[in-house]
């Protein structure tokens, strides 16, 4: 096999990353990102690599590539970096070993390559705002899922170039509600909401937090409680619903309800137990929740 087809067969498999990363939270035009999702397609096509993002958690991205294909991924990362490492001043290399370093959750060695993209790309002109936003995402998933003041400052940058970046203003909502700050969390998280799809995960996870601020706020809320009833009655009838039930956890722990919690991963564990892309979303979800 020729150097060249290695390295293009690395590209695809780092563009995997770019397809799981932000399925939902950002949407690009660029030719970058055509590029990117293109070589995710195949590479998940030829490949049959299993990737799954729960994007209950857009913070929180879960692999689940076993075996032989975990090791071909792992190669092709290596033989990727060495091809990048010898165009140091090509960001969009840096980028994308960024994006193969996080399917590989690897967040830590895909922050510094994305830091490398935004040092060689401001050599030579203004910074994507995408780059930023992918390098708040790194920080923030190396830290699981806490938005530190590094991160925040990327996702601000990115916010000041692209004033419609999902992660940004997710993110960032993150950090203002976590410092108590609920009307800039309720801005960003609402205006999020008008540019997802309904049926996503990610919008109901938005309504959950919003309504949740705003109950805190002592504004008018839906009634959670009722709500998170609904839901754990309709998972017992049909409990092959990932997504559900990671809304149901989150409910509990949002209501103080931590014994609850953790008997829905336990019950989630075993409606799941068949699906091991369901596993390590549930396992993401623990683990960021504290539970």
């Not at 020729?2 to 799981?20: M, N, P, R, S």
């Not at 410092?179 to 609402?190: F, I, K, M, P, V």
């Not at 103080?256 to 979303?281: C, F, L, V, W």
Request: glycine share 8%; aromatic share 6%; hydrophobic share 50%.
């Amino acid at each position: 096999m020729t150097v060249l087809t290695y390295v293009i067969f690395a590209l695809i498999a780092a563009g995997a990353g770019a397809f799981v990363a932000l399925p939902v939270l950002r949407s690009r035009t660029n030719l970058g990102h055509v590029v990117l999702a293109a070589a995710a397609m195949l590479f998940v096509l030829g490949a049959g690599g299993a990737l799954y993002l729960q994007f209950g958690h857009p913070e929180l991205a879960a692999r689940t590539l076993q075996g032989d294909e975990a090791r071909d991924l792992n190669a092709l990362i290596g033989r990727l970096a060495v091809v990048v490492r010898n165009r140091p001043t090509d960001p969009r290399g840096w980028a994308i070993l960024g994006r193969a370093y996080l399917t590989a959750g690897d967040p830590s060695d895909a922050a510094k390559s994305f830091a490398r993209a935004i040092t060689a790309q401001s050599a030579s002109g203004v910074v994507q705002p995408f780059l930023y936003s992918a390098y708040g995402e790194a920080l923030t998933q190396d830290t699981a899922g806490a938005v530190t003041p590094e991160a925040e400052a990327a996702f601000t940058q990115a916010l000041a170039g692209d004033p419609r970046d999902r992660a940004a203003r997710y993110y960032l909502g993150l950090a203002a509600a976590a410092r108590g700050n609920s009307d800039t969390a309720l801005e960003l998280w609402q205006s999020l909401l008008a540019d997802v799809p309904p049926n996503s995960a990610v919008h109901q996870d938005l309504v959950d937090r919003i309504a949740a601020l705003t109950a805190r706020k002592g504004g008018q809320a839906p009634d959670i409680a009722s709500m998170v009833a609904s839901l754990a009655a309709r998972l017992k009838t049909s409990p092959n619903d990932g997504p559900g039930w990671q809304r149901l956890i989150r409910a509990y722990a949002v209501l103080g309800q931590k014994d609850k919690a953790r008997q829905a991963i336990t019950d989630a564990r075993k409606a799941m137990a068949a699906q091991p892309e369901q596993i390590a979303a549930l396992d993401a979800e623990q683990k960021s929740l504290g539970l």
